[in-house]
């Protein structure tokens, strides 16, 4: 996935707002609250990091081109990192950016997500 392809892709979901921080990374959020972060350093792989629920952060945070994110994870939060190939498929990939997006906009007060227009269900 390349950097207009996951911004395009991120872009796309309700209530995001991108902003670029901590060195050039393009970070989305929802709600204020980040869910997704891209760093483009060697232009080869991106390190694309994402939130996931404990299952799934169990099951990712071993495969190849994975990692428990650095510094979130470190600190006990479910973030994993794509960092190399082979990484995760394209269609992977978009899975676990909507997946963030939702758990992410599942945290926010229940007024935040009316008034953002999230149709969470109870």
């Known amino acids: 996935m390349t950097s207009t392809q996951f911004n395009r892709f991120c872009a796309r979901m309700v209530a995001a707002t991108h902003v670029v921080q901590w060195g050039g990374a393009d970070v989305w959020k929802v709600g204020g609250k980040v869910f997704a972060i891209a760093g483009w350093n060697d232009g080869k792989v991106p390190g694309i990091t994402f939130k996931v629920s404990p299952g799934e952060y169990e099951m990712l945070k071993d495969e190849p081109g994975l990692r428990p994110a650095p510094y ?51």
């Open 72 to 122: 979130l994870a470190s600190r006990g939060f479910k973030w994993i990192q794509q960092y190399a190939k082979p990484g995760l498929p394209d269609a992977e990939l978009k899975f676990y950016l909507r997946e963030s997006h939702r758990l992410v906009a599942a945290g926010l007060s229940k007024s935040l997500q009316r008034q953002l227009g999230l149709a969470l269900s109870e």
